[in-house]
């Protein structure tokens, strides 16, 4: 059973040095991972921050960075972080990171795969 998910973020982590990293891995979330959240501090203040300490236990790594947490989360651009909630979506609740798309100009439908690879390739 594969537990492990490669992604490719849209614009890409920046760490304090200015490196960009944007290929990481996700695991496939437990119920601790779910549960662990709702016992924070800073969700309990602000629920809408239940993402990013999610996010940030499930989260293996992003480029060279191996420890990801929360305050790394914290520091992504808001479209990766929307990747990254819908990405969390699709393998733990679908199971897969394949979605359905139509091309707007000729109106083939065709599958893509969130977790990244090359322009042009599904």
Same mark, same amino acid.
């Given at each position: 059973?594969?537990?492990?998910?490669?992604?490719?973020?849209?614009?890409?982590?920046?760490?304090?040095?200015?490196? @960009?990293?944007?290929?990481?891995?996700?695991?496939?979330?437990?119920?601790?991972? $779910?549960?662990?959240?709702?016992?924070?501090?800073?969700?309990?203040?602000?629920?809408?921050?239940?993402?990013?300490?999610?996010?940030?236990? @499930?989260?293996?790594?992003?480029?060279?960075?191996?420890? @990801?947490?929360?305050?790394? @989360?914290?520091?992504?651009?808001?479209?990766?972080?929307?990747?990254?909630?819908?990405?969390?979506?699709?393998?733990?609740?679908?199971?897969?990171?394949?979605?359905?798309?139509? %091309?707007?100009? %000729?109106?083939?439908?065709? $599958?893509?795969?969130?977790?990244?690879?090359?322009?042009?390739?599904?």
């Amino acid at each position: 059973m594969r537990t492990e998910f490669e992604f490719e973020l849209p614009r890409g982590y920046v760490d304090e040095s200015g490196t @960009v990293h944007r290929h990481g891995a996700m695991r496939l979330a437990t119920a601790r991972d $779910e549960l662990l959240p709702l016992a924070d501090l800073r969700v309990k203040e602000n629920p809408a921050y239940l993402s990013v300490v999610l996010l940030g236990l @499930v989260i293996t790594r992003i480029g060279t960075v191996t420890d @990801v947490h929360g305050g790394v @989360v914290e520091k992504f651009f808001a479209s990766d972080l929307a990747f990254l909630q819908d990405f969390y979506r699709r393998i733990n609740a679908e199971g897969h990171t394949r979605a359905a798309v139509t %091309c707007p100009e %000729c109106d083939s439908s065709f $599958e893509v795969d969130l977790a990244g690879g090359r322009l042009g390739e599904s």
